[in-house]
């Protein structure tokens, strides 16, 4: 299995300007999440999805959207990048939202907004 | 979400055991106890959870005390490549059991 992988790795933005963050896992796991971490910050969870087609709104989710059209992607769009989302982006999946269930984490997106 | 309490940072020497500890006094009776570590310049990383009972893996052992208000993750023998930054989560059991980070505790490890 790759587990949950990421791409790109790196990435410039304009102030402005539009793109899109992939995320893909191979665990058939149902629940994602994408979280955004600041230098010497922790985590930050931006939205979540518990299974195709379901998404829902995290603690920072403004100027960010997502969708869930299939149990394997869940890609995080910012629709106009401020330099504001300078930071490093993590995708996370779990079999289950369940506490009883771990998560894993893919390598990150490094995100420059200037 | 609950919420839990962990020392900023902590210092061990290589080859010795490590005692990490994490105060949860709010716990409620569905949440579990997550472990999670992040490398430099890495994405975290599962290490262990635990529910009531204290749970052993190849990474590590989790303590959970009697009234589960404090848990503590044990690493027998820290090696150079565990310094990183520790975190102790809530996950709730239910269905909206979402990973809420707090600071964690930075763990550096000296030869």
């Known amino acids: 299995n790759a587990g949950v992988t990421q791409t790109p790795k790196f990435q410039v933005l304009k102030t402005g300007q539009s793109m899109t963050l992939q995320c893909a896992q191979d665990m058939n796991h149902e629940y994602m999440s994408w979280y955004r971490q600041d230098p010497g910050m922790g985590l930050r969870l931006i939205h979540y999805s518990v299974g195709a087609g379901i998404t829902d709104q995290g603690e920072v989710p403004n100027g960010y959207n997502v969708s869930r059209s299939t149990t394997e992607d869940f890609p995080l769009r910012l629709l106009s990048a401020a330099p504001s989302q300078t930071s490093v982006y993590f995708c996370?999946?779990?079999?289950?939202?369940?506490?009883?269930?771990?998560?894993?984490f893919g390598p990150g997106t490094r995100l420059t907004v200037t | 979400d609950a919420k839990t309490t962990q020392p900023n940072s902590m210092e061990s020497n290589e080859e010795e055991p490590v005692h990490l500890p994490c105060n949860h006094s709010t716990i409620s009776g569905t949440d579990y106890i997550h472990w999670y570590r992040q490398l430099p310049s890495q994405g975290p990383e599962y290490v262990i959870h635990?529910?009531?009972s204290n749970v052993n893996n190849r990474m590590a052992s989790l303590a959970i005390a009697e009234d589960r208000k404090s848990s503590t993750l044990i690493l027998h023998r820290a090696t150079l490549r565990d310094a990183a930054v520790y975190y102790c989560?809530?996950?709730?059991?239910?269905?909206?059991?979402?990973?809420?980070f707090g600071k964690g505790t930075k763990l550096s490890v000296k030869p």
């Open positions: 989560i809530l996950r709730y059991g239910g269905s909206q059991g979402n990973l809420i």
């Open positions: 635990g529910l009531t």
């Open positions: 996370a999946s779990s079999y289950s939202q369940g506490g009883g269930y771990e998560q894993y």
